[in-house]
């Protein structure tokens, strides 16, 4: 059973992504303009607000907590003990170990959950046994080891005390927050059921027979506009089609897409995930109500409704934390390190040249948002190329002496630093693309189906492909391709460990200017 589990996903994942990365043949139309009903535009502002991670949450609230009761603890010892005996490992211990084995107690007695935040008096019941037990176990201890009389009993009920108040405190104001977060919806996994009909409200009355969870559907989007997917499911409003649905998740703050297709209707299964699976979504494939099973715990769960991941989100919760710290980190670090590089690009772009110092490109950001990318101006004023529709070629007469020279030294881009401290960008990334980008007046979303998904993180200032030598013009499909597939293989691979590997090869990648222009 458990190499036909296997063989199921992985069936599922080659064949939907093996698809999107093919090329599309004789096709030369316009991308389609895809327009939300009046409905749907009405629950996208609803959902306009970012959400607040729950994990992260969690986690924040557990090392606060371990900080704030070693630092009580700290001042009692410095307000009561100090200066008759001074501040040694002694005194740190227990300090230290009893922080640790508060929080430990809270976390297995569950206190450490949304719906713990939410209810006061419970989780201040929960937090005053784990509280107690802590001193209790210190009494024990020093009675066995005959300390009583080394440490200071005074101290011992100061802490004990203050710890206590603190916790009244705190958590009045941690269920205070939560409560108003989750009124405003901030707090919750935001879901849309995929495919409508009876499945959907099937789905739909099993996630909402879940108590304490912590799903907010949205709505439904389905293809489908017979019998079989009605207007309202389970008073659930359906609104719009698949292809509207890949516009609605750009536009809101979705976490989760839930599809209510049953696992036999292969084709059409692969159909929808082929068009979902470039958005930065958790997706997963309900098996509530299907005859195939796999064992309990090939299923990710809420409540008992057990469901099948296929995608998931690339860099979430504590990953994108520590990469949104690493890029602030090292692009400080590279602003002070290049200003001269820079201060030295910006005086030769404005002595040799009339215009601007800085060219401002519309380009992909992250879930296709487009944002103003910051670039050294390289060609005469007169003759820029603000969509990037004709690639710059050698020798090219629309580029400033300047302009080539900075343009070969990747120079140019340096400003972009700028755009990582304003959280437009990456450090690394899939290079952001200009929103005209095309190879033989096909933009390049019409060349490569799936092209999208490179857009699943952040583009970067530097990236897989352009240490792999994917740089420069792409005037084939082939180059363009390469260029996706190096992208898709750092989405699926990232690490900060991998960022690292990447920023350091970067410098030397720079020496191959062939195909920089």
Same mark, same amino acid.
């Given at each position: 059973m458990n190499s036909a589990e296997n063989d199921f996903r992985k069936r599922f994942r080659e064949a939907v992504q093996s698809k999107a990365g093919e090329l599309r043949e004789g096709e030369t139309g316009q991308r389609a303009k895809v327009e939300l009903s009046v409905r749907a535009m009405e629950v996208a502002k609803m959902l306009s607000s970012r959400q607040i991670s729950i994990t992260v949450l969690c986690?924040?609230?557990?090392?606060?907590?371990?900080?704030?009761?070693?630092?009580? &603890?700290?001042?009692?010892?410095?307000?009561y003990v100090y200066p008759d005996e001074r501040f040694s490992l002694f005194y740190a211990a227990p300090l230290l170990f009893g922080s640790l084995l508060a929080v430990g107690l809270i976390q297995a007695?569950? &206190?450490y959950q949304l719906t713990a935040f939410r209810s006061y008096a419970a989780q201040l019941g929960r937090i005053f046994a784990a509280w107690t037990v802590v001193f209790a176990f210190f009494a024990l201890a020093m009675f066995f080891a005959k300390l009583g009389d080394t440490y200071s009993r005074v101290w011992f009920a100061a802490w004990y005390a203050a710890g206590l108040a603190f916790f009244v405190v705190s958590r009045a104001v941690i269920a205070r927050l939560v409560r108003?977060?989750?009124?405003?919806?901030?707090?919750?996994?935001?879901?849309?059921?995929?495919?409508?009909?009876?499945?959907?409200a099937e789905l739909i009355q099993d996630l909402e027979a879940q108590a304490n969870n912590d799903i907010r559907i949205c709505g439904i989007f389905d293809d489908r506009s017979d019998d079989r997917s009605p207007p309202i499911v389970a008073g659930y409003p359906k609104l719009g089609t698949i292809a509207e649905l890949v516009e609605f998740a750009r536009l809101t703050s979705i976490d989760l897409l839930i599809v209510s297709i049953p696992l036999r209707a292969e084709e059409r299964l692969l159909q929808l995930l082929k068009k979902l699976w470039i958005l930065p979504i958790d997706i997963r494939l309900s098996a509530h109500c299907d005859k195939m099973r796999f064992r309990p715990r090939s299923y990710s769960y809420i409540g008992k409704v057990p469901?099948?991941?296929?995608?998931?989100?690339?860099?979430?919760?504590?990953?994108?934390?520590?990469?949104?710290?690493?890029?602030?980190?090292?692009?400080?670090?590279?602003?002070?390190?290049?200003?001269?590089?820079?201060?030295?690009?910006?005086?030769a772009v404005k002595m040799t040249s009339r215009g601007p110092i800085l060219f401002k490109q519309k380009r992909y950001g992250f879930n296709n948002e487009v944002i103003d990318v910051l670039k050294f101006r390289s060609m005469y004023v007169d003759q820029e190329d603000l969509m990037a529709r004709k690639a710059v070629t050698r020798d090219d007469p629309r580029v400033t002496p300047v302009g080539r020279f900075i343009r070969k030294s990747s120079i140019d881009e340096?400003?972009?630093?700028?755009?990582?401290?304003? &959280?437009?960008?990456?450090?690394? &990334?899939?290079?952001p693309h200009a929103l005209g980008a095309n190879t033989n007046e096909k933009l390049w979303d019409e060349v490569i189906d799936g092209y999208f998904a490179r857009h699943k993180v952040k583009p970067g200032v530097t990236g897989w492909a352009q240490i792999n030598g994917w740089r420069g013009e792409c005037d084939t499909p082939d180059k363009i391709r390469g260029r996706i597939e190096n992208d898709l293989y750092y989405i699926e691979n990232w690490s900060l460990g991998l960022d690292l590997y990447i920023l350091f090869m970067t410098p030397f990648r720079l020496f191959n200017t062939e195909n920089a222009f």
């Amino acid at each position: 059973m458990n190499s036909a589990e296997n063989d199921f996903r992985k069936r599922f994942r080659e064949a939907v992504q093996s698809k999107a990365g093919e090329l599309r043949e004789g096709e030369t139309g316009q991308r389609a303009k895809v327009e939300l009903s009046v409905r749907a535009m009405e629950v996208a502002k609803m959902l306009s607000s970012r959400q607040i991670s729950i994990t992260v949450l969690c986690a924040v609230v557990r090392v606060s907590e371990a900080l704030a009761i070693f630092a009580i &603890g700290l001042a009692c010892f410095f307000g009561y003990v100090y200066p008759d005996e001074r501040f040694s490992l002694f005194y740190a211990a227990p300090l230290l170990f009893g922080s640790l084995l508060a929080v430990g107690l809270i976390q297995a007695a569950d &206190g450490y959950q949304l719906t713990a935040f939410r209810s006061y008096a419970a989780q201040l019941g929960r937090i005053f046994a784990a509280w107690t037990v802590v001193f209790a176990f210190f009494a024990l201890a020093m009675f066995f080891a005959k300390l009583g009389d080394t440490y200071s009993r005074v101290w011992f009920a100061a802490w004990y005390a203050a710890g206590l108040a603190f916790f009244v405190v705190s958590r009045a104001v941690i269920a205070r927050l939560v409560r108003k977060w989750s009124d405003e919806g901030r707090l919750e996994r935001r879901a849309i059921i995929v495919g409508g009909g009876q499945p959907a409200a099937e789905l739909i009355q099993d996630l909402e027979a879940q108590a304490n969870n912590d799903i907010r559907i949205c709505g439904i989007f389905d293809d489908r506009s017979d019998d079989r997917s009605p207007p309202i499911v389970a008073g659930y409003p359906k609104l719009g089609t698949i292809a509207e649905l890949v516009e609605f998740a750009r536009l809101t703050s979705i976490d989760l897409l839930i599809v209510s297709i049953p696992l036999r209707a292969e084709e059409r299964l692969l159909q929808l995930l082929k068009k979902l699976w470039i958005l930065p979504i958790d997706i997963r494939l309900s098996a509530h109500c299907d005859k195939m099973r796999f064992r309990p715990r090939s299923y990710s769960y809420i409540g008992k409704v057990p469901l099948l991941d296929m995608f998931s989100k690339p860099i979430a919760d504590w990953d994108a934390i520590s990469k949104r710290i690493f890029d602030l980190v090292f692009a400080c670090i590279a602003i002070v390190l290049l200003s001269p590089v820079m201060a030295g690009a910006a005086l030769a772009v404005k002595m040799t040249s009339r215009g601007p110092i800085l060219f401002k490109q519309k380009r992909y950001g992250f879930n296709n948002e487009v944002i103003d990318v910051l670039k050294f101006r390289s060609m005469y004023v007169d003759q820029e190329d603000l969509m990037a529709r004709k690639a710059v070629t050698r020798d090219d007469p629309r580029v400033t002496p300047v302009g080539r020279f900075i343009r070969k030294s990747s120079i140019d881009e340096l400003p972009q630093l700028f755009n990582v401290l304003r &959280g437009e960008l990456s450090l690394v &990334g899939p290079r952001p693309h200009a929103l005209g980008a095309n190879t033989n007046e096909k933009l390049w979303d019409e060349v490569i189906d799936g092209y999208f998904a490179r857009h699943k993180v952040k583009p970067g200032v530097t990236g897989w492909a352009q240490i792999n030598g994917w740089r420069g013009e792409c005037d084939t499909p082939d180059k363009i391709r390469g260029r996706i597939e190096n992208d898709l293989y750092y989405i699926e691979n990232w690490s900060l460990g991998l960022d690292l590997y990447i920023l350091f090869m970067t410098p030397f990648r720079l020496f191959n200017t062939e195909n920089a222009f």
